[in-house]
């Protein structure tokens, strides 16, 4: 079928943010890089290495090349924030060349075509809130018309303290929960809320070829599709993007046969930004290869009896509006089922 | 609603550009037969080294010169002109609502604006957090979407200095594949302490006017500028009767994996993209008239282009034309892709190939490239190509080539 593409690989980094005077998350180092090679990365480009390079693994690629493309928001604000640290205290002399180059839209993307030999080419998307999914979009389409024989694609965003006290400012993630999201108490937390968090995740992509495994097919108009879905994951998460999410929502569900379950991720997962829309991929993948969800997973004790009930999904609808209200939206299914 | 239109051919009916050379592309032609150049000396830092640097900063009398009274808003401003300017170039300024795409690269956005904001955060005063938000390098396309009433989807992309050669090769995709039937597409910077204060960290700023090609070249001259492109697809075109400049016949692009921020000295990523953007335009390399080289002057980009050069043209390199037009603008890092496009459709369209100004001394170690200081006449140019490189090896190339039209633009 035109766009549909087969999911061979995908791996997904994701923490909410760390309390005061708790250590961020350790990140994982991909396979045959050290800690000196890495300590030269920014926290966004090792995330993304993270999740890239599980991903590859997961696929089996290695040695294969691919088309490689990349969405992010804020970017390194960790390195932009080094930077200035010098910049503005000591003058341009001080400046770290290091968090100049590789606090760069694109140093996640170098890192990653350097890492795993990737030379067919690629691009950095940056945008709101639904541009991962945009970038899978991107990449499925791709693939599926044999411009690339496979892509690897993702999206990465470190947390940042600034941005989230900007964000408050204007009232967005206040740490309590909106009246139209279900917010369950996150794990060792004081009271529910929704919060910013960092996160990578990412996907190989190649031709459907008919071998069992997860199906993605991008859709061109959410807002038109009328077709069988078990689960429909949501993008909204207390954000400027919920009034945009939630009017698509009411489209969708009243096109929809039969009484979908609506999955709310980033209630548990936390806004990551570009990277929202792929950790549901992600979370959709696993629920439809019939997975136990990692114990660090943050949706693990909350997934379990989803995934134990008696009708195993086969189609899951994902879609992410952002703050400017533009949409995508794609659809998951597992092994042969027809989309 | 996808459009019919797979492998559509592909057509520019309108430009808007800006930089230090002015504003327009009449200005720009000006310019090229004129081997003018629009660098200026500024002081970035209070005069504390790198000051002065030569910039090519637009002028003043099209946008405020001050880079801290501008800093939230400068790329935007930029975009929004060139925007404006490409509309009505393509005869669709006037309409409440335009039916296109945008599709802009960038590297930094409005990141004056991100500096201010550390400023004002270090003074222990209350830092303005719209300088934050407005300083994404996505929000200028969406704020001159808006302001163009371009109904389209908008993306920003931004692979470094490749950043706006690889938005116009996503709108060409987007045009052969009938998804939209409109896009402009192109990019946009502004100067900002930032990125000038960056790259003389890596030691790549030139000491005077950047000098590619040549022997004594020791860096580049930052500037800024905003290039765009309408594209359509040709029956799109022709339906409403607008005037093709050009064709977009050609679009390549590779990564080199080599390293974080310097080229390959093989070329590798350069050869493989030309290769590609050759083989989409269906032209043998023999057949480009002229090659417009990213040409930043840097030590190892200019060895690395000249390699790439000689892997795709072998003997025959000495017969090609090449330029290299930094030294009119500096170097526009997310814009340079665009702009290289247009100077490239200057040459289609006037047959004159740019000049590379201060190009006394030709480099020994380049030989074979076929470059000189002045400008040069281009009989009957059939095919022009453009490269551009990015950090990390992104590479890109795009080929355009002669249009059924009559005459030329004004």
């Known amino acids: ?339 | 609603m996808k459009n019919a239109g797979v492998d559509s051919a592909v057509v520019v009916t309108g430009v808007g550009v800006i930089s230090a050379l002015g504003r327009g592309y009449g200005r720009h032609v000006e310019a090229v037969r004129n081997a003018e150049s629009g660098l200026v000396s500024l002081n970035l830092f209070n005069g504390t080294p790198p000051d002065p640097v030569l910039c090519g900063r637009v002028p003043g009398d099209i946008l405020n010169p001050d880079l801290e009274a501008t800093a939230s808003h400068r790329a935007t401003s930029l975009l929004n002109m060139a925007l404006a300017d490409a509309l009505a170039d393509a005869g669709l300024a006037g309409d409440a609502a335009v039916e296109a795409d945008l599709l802009v690269g960038t590297t930094l956005g409005n990141m004056h604006g991100g500096t201010l904001y550390h400023r004002q955060l270090r003074s222990g005063g209350e830092p303005d957090p719209g300088l934050v938000r407005d300083f994404l390098p996505c929000a200028p396309a969406h704020s001159a979407a808006r302001e163009a009433g371009l109904t389209g989807s908008v993306r920003t992309v931004a692979s470094a200095c490749g950043s706006a050669s690889a938005a116009i090769g996503q709108a060409l995709r987007r045009l052969r594949q009938g998804r939209a039937k409109r896009v402009v597409a192109g990019g946009f910077e502004a100067l900002s302490p930032y990125c000038v204060a960056g790259f003389a960290s890596l030691k790549l700023i030139a000491s005077g006017p950047c000098r590619p090609l040549d022997a004594g070249r020791d860096g580049l001259n930052p500037g800024e500028a905003a290039a765009l492109l309408v594209l359509e697809t040709e029956d799109e075109a022709r339906r409403r009767g607008a005037r093709p400049l050009g064709r977009l016949s050609g679009y390549g692009e590779a990564l080199e994996a080599y390293h974080q921020t310097r080229a390959d000295p093989d070329g590798a990523g350069v050869a493989a993209a030309l290769g590609r953007c050759l083989a989409m335009a269906d032209a043998a390399p023999e057949q480009v008239s002229c090659l417009h080289l990213h040409g930043t002057a840097t030590r190892a980009n200019d060895i690395s282009e000249h390699a790439a050069c000689r892997a795709v043209w072998g003997e025959d390199l000495a017969s090609l034309p090449v330029c290299s037009t930094k030294p009119m603008t500096g170097h526009t890092f997310g814009a340079a892709g665009a702009l290289g496009a247009i100077f490239s459709l200057i040459t289609l369209d006037q047959g004159v190939a740019p000049g590379t100004l201060n190009l006394t001394d030709p480099d020994p170690a380049l030989a074979g490239f076929n470059a000189a200081a002045g400008p040069r006449e281009i009989p009957a140019p059939e095919h022009v190509a453009s490269v551009a490189l990015g950090f990390g090896g992104e590479s890109y190339a795009l080929c355009l080539s002669r249009a059924k039209r009559e005459g030329g633009h004004g």
């Open chain 1, 1 to 339: 079928m035109a766009d549909r593409v087969l999911i061979r690989g995908l791996g997904a980094l994701c923490s909410v943010r760390p309390k005061p005077g708790e250590p961020a998350a350790k990140i994982p180092l991909p396979r045959g890089m050290n800690s000196r090679q890495a300590r030269r990365l920014c926290r966004q480009s090792k995330l993304a290495l993270g999740a890239a390079d599980r991903a590859w693994e997961e696929a089996g690629l290695d040695g294969q090349d691919a088309h490689l493309l990349l969405a992010l928001t804020h970017g390194s604000t960790s390195f932009l924030n080094e930077f200035h640290d010098y910049l503005v205290e000591y003058g341009p002399e001080a400046a770290s060349p290091n968090a100049f180059a590789g606090g760069v839209a694109n140093a996640p993307l170098a890192a990653i075509s350097a890492h795993l030999g990737l030379t067919l080419g690629g691009a950095t998307l940056v945008g709101y809130e639904a541009c991962g999914l945009e970038a899978l979009n991107m990449a499925a389409r791709r693939v599926a018309s044999a411009e690339a024989p496979r892509c690897l694609v993702g999206a990465c965003e470190e947390f940042s303290p600034l941005v989230q006290e900007v964000y408050a400012g204007a009232g967005w993630y206040p740490d309590r929960a909106p009246p139209h999201l279900p917010c369950p108490r996150l794990p060792g937390d004081g009271g529910p809320g929704l919060a910013m968090a960092e996160g990578a995740a990412f996907l190989a992509l190649e031709p459907d070829d008919r071998e069992p495994g997860v199906r993605y097919r991008p859709l061109d108009d959410p807002r038109a599709f009328s077709g069988e879905v078990d689960i429909v994951i949501s993008g909204a998460g207390g954000g400027p993007q919920d009034h945009h999410e939630l009017e698509l929502l009411q489209r969708l569900l009243a096109n929809l046969p039969g009484k979908p379950a609506l999955l709310f991720a980033k209630a548990a997962l936390g806004e990551t930004f570009a990277v929202g829309s792929l950790l549901s991929v992600d979370l959709a993948v696993r629920l439809l290869r019939g997975e136990d969800l990692p114990p660090a997973h943050p949706l693990h004790p909350r997934l379990a009896p989803l995934a134990g009930e008696p009708r195993q999904p086969s189609r899951v609808l994902i879609v992410a509006a952002d703050r400017t209200g533009a949409v995508q939206a794609g659809l998951l299914s597992f092994d042969h089922h027809p989309i």
